[in-house]
């Protein structure tokens, strides 16, 4: 799963990159930004994993956000989005990942979002302790964790199951903000849910894992939130 951000004050820009990037891959999470200020004051708190960029915009342009980022030692990937190619020499001053003219070519996105997903693919994997080995593992394929004494089985969306040999909290820290925690001995990946109640969660598969008192409001919002989200 791959955290797009677009920033951009033209609304109609903005629902075309939207399009583009839901036909390029339908799981794409996408947050909107009408303005550099406004991407600034979400970011610390709403971090994303790529950033389609506007240059001319208002108060604050979109080179500038850039600058601002890399200042601060930020080296969020960016692809900047503009009707003029002047400003391309200084893109490459604050290391963009690509540079697109405006109207945007869809086949250009895909392949500059194509070999993002390459690179992006192997930072979203996590190294597990199982056995005698540590073991590379892909997050976005993982389902869900059980906790079992001071192991952790975590099963995979191809049916099979790993077990490590270190506790779930030490396993939630390994990985990404999609899981969750929805029982003390169960961490589940937001993208294999397919419904919550206030007992249980039911993912794709069918398998209902259950859902402490305390915990259901916040696996609740974290899942209406990643679906609202998504379907913007």
């Keep these: 799963m791959i955290n797009i951000a677009i920033c951009d004050d033209d609304k109609s820009q903005i629902n075309s990159l939207k ?5 390029w891959n339908s799981h794409t999470f996408i947050t909107e930004y009408n303005s550099a200020e406004q991407f600034l004051f979400s970011y610390p708190d709403k971090p994303c994993d790529l950033l389609l ?3 001319e915009m208002g108060n604050m342009n ?3 956000l850039a600058r601002n980022l890399r200042a601060k030692g930020d080296m969020l990937p960016i692809i900047f989005i503009t009707g003029y190619s002047e400003f391309m020499q200084d893109g490459y001053d604050v290391e963009a990942l690509h540079y697109l003219l405006k109207p945007v070519d869809k086949n250009k996105l895909f392949a500059v979002l ?7 693919k192997a930072y979203s994997r996590v190294i597990l302790p199982v056995g005698d080995e540590s073991v590379l593992v892909c997050a976005d394929e993982i389902v869900y964790c059980e906790a079992f004494g001071k192991k952790t089985q975590i099963t995979m969306n191809n049916g099979k199951d790993i077990v ?3 506790g779930l909290s030490t396993t939630a820290e390994k990985l990404g903000k999609d899981f969750v925690s929805c029982h003390r001995s169960y961490i589940v990946n937001i993208r294999y849910i397919s419904s919550i109640s206030k007992t ?3 993912m794709d598969s069918g398998k209902k894992i259950p859902v402490s008192r305390r915990l259901y409001d916040c696996i609740n919002r974290a899942f209406i939130a990643y679906y609202k989200e998504n379907r913007e």
């Excluded at 194509?114 to 992006?120: F, K, L, Q």
């Design 19 to 23: 399009n583009m990037l839901r036909e």
């Design 53 to 55: 960029l506007d240059i």
């Design 62 to 64: 979109g080179m500038e």
């Design 114 to 120: 194509d070999r993002y997903a390459d690179r992006h």
């Design 164 to 166: 490590c040999i270190c």
């Design 200 to 202: 249980d969660v039911t």
